[in-house]
């Protein structure tokens, strides 16, 4: 059993491996070699936090003396060929649904995910989740909606207004907005600046059509935004965040920092970017010339308890899964998530916390 000391050094050389991974550095060897309980840890802590790939990466670049035991090593190499495989499915599948749409009048635009994941240098290493789609009105989504009933799929509604339903058994979701705030007197400058700044194509591979994503503006706003909304419910796991800063690294070219600024500004969420932008820095890597906007916190400490804490989406937090529970508990549960963040709430994004807490009470309760 390790002591709390030894846990702090894993997780750093956790951090260590994952910044190699994800800009291709040589990673600092100061911490290695490791044992092999310590290696069991880091290996589930790359798993719990859905960057298994990126951190196999970063582990291909040790010296042959500092790698890990042939028994983790070979369930690593299973579990990135694994990963790879469904980036292949995921793709396939994306393109065909996205073909199916577009043969029948709808052009949807496509949120985080895949899009994201073509910023990487190896898309296929990033892991995937789910199919996000935004279709600009309501008519557009009952058409797809249509569609893909008429394809065999069963529809689900959800809280928020969006849709899922399992497409090739991928999950995909459809959502009447691509920028989640939660501050209703916002609503209407983010949609401004989205009709204003539009959309671009990108080619992904593995699929045959041009896809739609977010212009790189609103494609920050939308990663920045998300982050915050899982960060101050269940919590929000390392792969989002190293997906912000590959965007920033990608797409710093394409925008005005200042007009970043301003923009955070408009929805409150300076000091949260703030914050965001030195986990970025300290913990994942990143040159501060990438930041979304020159400015940052001098310690991002307490996003990283938030990101150690929960792992992928909360999953590791206590009360997250729903198995064996009456829906009454979970929804406490849920309740008592939001109240224990609320500190942070308060600190770095005050106003935008409130309204997602009271969006997000009001839908569990």
């Known amino acids: 059993m390790m002591n709390v000391s030894d846990s702090d050094r894993v997780t750093e050389t956790f951090f260590i491996l994952l910044r190699a991974g994800l800009w291709g550095k040589e990673p600092d060897l100061n911490s290695f070699p490791l044992t092999v309980e310590e290696w069991k840890v880091v290996f589930t802590t790359a798993r719990q936090q859905t960057v298994t790939g990126l951190v196999y990466q970063g582990v291909c ?46 052009e949807p635009v496509l949120q985080k995910g895949q899009g994201i994941a073509s910023l990487y240098d190896n898309p296929l290493i990033r892991e995937c989740g789910d199919i996000d789609l935004y279709f600009t009105c309501k008519s557009d989504i009952r058409k797809a909606l249509e569609i893909v009933r008429g394809y065999g799929c069963n529809v689900s509604a959800m809280s928020d207004g969006s849709y899922n339903f399992l497409f090739q058994n991928i999950e995909v979701e459809i959502h009447p907005f691509l920028v989640d705030i939660s501050n209703p007197f916002r609503k209407e400058y983010i949609y401004r600046t989205e009709k204003r700044l539009g959309f671009v194509k990108i080619d992904m591979k593995g699929c045959d059509t041009e896809i739609s994503v977010p212009s790189p503006f609103v494609n920050l706003i939308l990663l920045n935004t998300h982050i915050l909304k899982h960060a101050l419910g269940w919590g929000i796991g390392v792969r989002q965040l190293c997906d912000m800063a590959m965007a920033c690294h990608s797409l710093h070219d394409s925008y005005g920092k200042e007009d970043m600024k301003n923009c955070c500004i408009k929805l409150g969420i300076r000091k949260w970017t703030r914050l965001l932008n ?22 991002a400490g307490r996003l990283e ?23 009454f508990k979970s929804k406490i549960d849920t309740a008592r998530s939001f109240i224990s963040n609320m500190n942070i709430a308060l600190r770095y994004a005050p106003t935008e916390g409130f309204w997602t807490f009271y969006g997000l009470v009001k839908g569990q309760l």
């Not at 070979?74 to 065909?96: Q, T, Y």
């Not at 030195?278 to 310690?299: I, S, T």
């Not at 804490?309 to 064996?324: P, V, Y």
């Open 61 to 106: 670049l040790l010296p042959d003396k500092f790698l890990p035991p042939q028994g983790i090593l070979l369930k690593w190499v299973a579990a990135v060929d694994a990963i790879e495989r469904l980036n292949v499915r995921m793709n396939k599948s994306l393109g065909e649904l996205y073909g199916l749409f577009l043969r029948n009048g709808l």
């Open 278 to 299: 030195a986990f970025m820095a300290d913990y994942l890597g990143m040159d501060e010339k990438y930041m979304l906007f020159n400015e940052r916190e001098k310690d």
């Open 305 to 327: 308890h938030i990101v150690m804490k929960g792992g992928n989406f909360g999953i590791n937090r206590e009360g997250r899964k729903r198995e064996g529970k009456s829906d």
